[in-house]
């Protein structure tokens, strides 16, 4: 009797641990294995922030995105513990144009040229230097096969991932400030 309550215990823990496992797995980041590389083409892996990480999969030609670095996340940046990795996931170059303010999203996009890896970097590189993108907690990556690695269908897709490594919030395009703001609250208290 002892041995089979042993034997019944030890298989409701496993179950639970596989539970916990499974879990975890429909909830977490992706792991952004496979092509994220660093500005200098190294494998990479994203950078996460102690209290929050706003991941970014973006095209530097689209105004949607260069919006969000323009007027967005430089007003997010300042939370302490937030990190935001930035992703180019296009083959094109150009850089958007992200308009003024208001209208939100009233630029244009600037579509450029196919590039490869070494064209994605330096864009990228010229990018952040338009946008003024250089503080400690943002982190540029480019991602050759991301658009189908990431299951990107709008440009930019965020992810706001809390402290756990759970994706709390994903957005398939754009945010204003305010909604922006809505969803880096609602991951730093989940």
């Known amino acids: 009797m002892r041995v089979r309550r042993t034997v019944w215990i ?58 969000d670095d323009r007027y967005v996340w430089p007003a997010l940046m300042h939370t302490p513990g937030v990190t935001l990795d930035i992703v180019n996931v296009s083959p094109y170059g150009g850089i958007g144009n992200p308009g003024p303010q208001n209208p ?4 244009q996009d600037e579509v450029g040229a196919r590039v490869g890896a070494a064209g994605m970097a330096a864009n990228l ?7 003024h993108l250089q503080a400690a907690n943002i982190h540029p990556f480019i991602d050759p096969a ?15 991932i809390n402290r756990q490594g759970q994706v709390v919030t994903r957005s ?7 909604e922006a703001r809505r969803a880096l609250a609602r991951t730093l208290k989940s």
């Open 104 to 107: 939100p999203f009233s630029g």
């Open 10 to 67: 030890a298989g409701l823990l496993a179950l639970f641990v596989l539970a916990g496992i499974l879990w975890q797995a429909f909830h977490r980041a992706p792991a952004a294995s496979g092509g994220l590389q660093s500005l200098d083409q190294k494998p990479a892996r994203l950078v996460y922030g102690q209290r929050a990480t706003i991941v970014m999969l973006m095209a530097t030609w689209c105004k949607y995105c260069a919006y």
């Open 125 to 131: 590189r010229r990018y952040l230097a338009v946008f």
């Open 146 to 160: 991301g658009v189908s690695h990431w299951n990107i269908q709008y440009f930019p897709t965020i992810l706001f």
């Open 172 to 178: 398939n395009g754009a945010l204003t400030l305010p």
